[in-house]
């Protein structure tokens, strides 16, 4: 670089958040952290202060399979109506997370062609004879492959494609930290917070927020961004046990209006 010396420090990291200084000279381990950013949320009237400099928000299977009338659980007879229900909410706060820089986190399923890491117990759903249309098989409408990396099925809804910034993980199981790469780029993000949202949220939602919280991050559910196609009674237990064991449930549209507040 113009003007520079081999003694002067140059970050090595992926990201700002989590990154060395490192010259010929000298090596320095000192994260330039920023001052805490406190953003109040609620819980049913009780204050929940996160620190926005240090959260970041997972947004769980918004794809076409789950959520497009076209898509694989629409063409077994599930009514997709349900899992429509976040798009609007998360359309409106996305681009406020990313203009105050939380990362914004696609956490989707993305199976390999030859289903080679997956158990039969993961096949199985959907697929309990073997001649269902199930997990990499085409769907009935277009031939797409469920949830299979790269193809229209596995893919965000159009309403919500990620934009340019935004960070992406494939996953394999119900939960988004089996043989995935998400842990990781938590920890280089600098996060301890993490906002959830996405379906199902008695499925890949709970399943990837309990996992975390065992891992030693802080959870939040936001519960107008987050829905299920399962029975309502399905959605009162994980808002209840979330609450319970886990973490908070809080407001997506509430977090938008303090972040807008406080620029």
Known sequence: MDGMTDRDLLPLGAYPRNAWSVSAAEVSLVRARDRARPVTLSDRGRKVVIDARRTA???VDMQNDFCHPDGWLASIGVDVTPCRAPIAPLRALLPTLRAHDLPVIWLNWGNRPDRANLPPS?????????RSTGIGKP???NG????????????????????P?????SKYRMTGFQDTELETILRNLDVTTVLFAGVNADQCVL???TDAVAKGFDAVLLEDCSATSS???CMEATLYNVRQCYGFV??????????????
């Not at 993961?122 to 073997?130: A, M, Q, S, T």
């Not at 159009?158 to 934009?163: G, K, Q």
């Not at 910034?165 to 993980?169: L, R, Y």
């Open 122 to 130: 993961v096949l199985h759903v959907y697929d309990p004879d073997g």
């Open 57 to 59: 928000i997972i947004v």
């Open 165 to 169: 910034g935004d960070i992406s993980v």
């Open 144 to 163: 797409a492959h469920v949830l299979e990396e790269g193809s229209w099925a596995a893919a965000v809804v159009d309403e919500l494609a990620p934009e």
């Open 250 to 263: 809080c407001d997506g549209a509430g977090l938008k209006a303090e972040l807008e507040a406080e620029a």
């Open 207 to 209: 399943n990837t927020l």
């Open 231 to 233: 029975p309502e009674f």
């Open 139 to 141: 769907l009935p409408g």
